[in-house]
């Protein structure tokens, strides 16, 4: 099971970027799948969090702006970030709870992507 996170760049304040979250491997089923983000020199912290019936919840910090979004069939998600911040600068970081088929048995593990960078200037 792998999640390939992208849609990282550089942007000035006030704008958009849109993050992708694919994830691939012998999936039965994603459930919970999050954003999380570590910024310069910050701890980890949780950004979003989408059930797999679409209910969401956002860090206080980014209500309003940011959007969390899943495509069960394509096993994507995604993340809309408007009204972009410098203190959004971070390395953003796809976490799901996967269901996956391990050849002999179903397993249920927590997984992390790779990250990608959001870079806002001011």
């Known amino acids: 099971v792998q999640l390939q996170a992208s849609g990282g760049g550089l942007v000035h304040a006030g704008g958009s970027l849109k993050l992708s979250c694919v994830v691939s491997?012998?999936?039965?089923?994603?459930?919970?799948m999050n954003w999380y983000r570590q910024g310069p020199g910050k701890q980890r912290e949780l950004v979003a969090t989408i059930g797999r019936g679409g209910n969401t919840d956002y860090q206080d910090s980014v209500k309003g702006r940011f959007t969390i979004s899943r495509d069960n069939a394509k096993n994507t998600m995604y993340l809309q970030m408007n009204s972009l911040k410098p203190e959004d600068t971070a390395v953003y970081y796809c976490?799901?709870?996967?269901?996956?088929?391990?050849?002999?048995?179903?397993?249920?593990?927590?997984?992390w992507g790779q990250g990608t960078l959001v870079t806002v200037s001011s």
């Open positions: 491997g012998n999936i039965f089923s994603t459930q919970i």
């Open positions: 976490n799901a709870d996967i269901r996956y088929f391990t050849g002999t048995i179903y397993s249920l593990d927590n997984f």
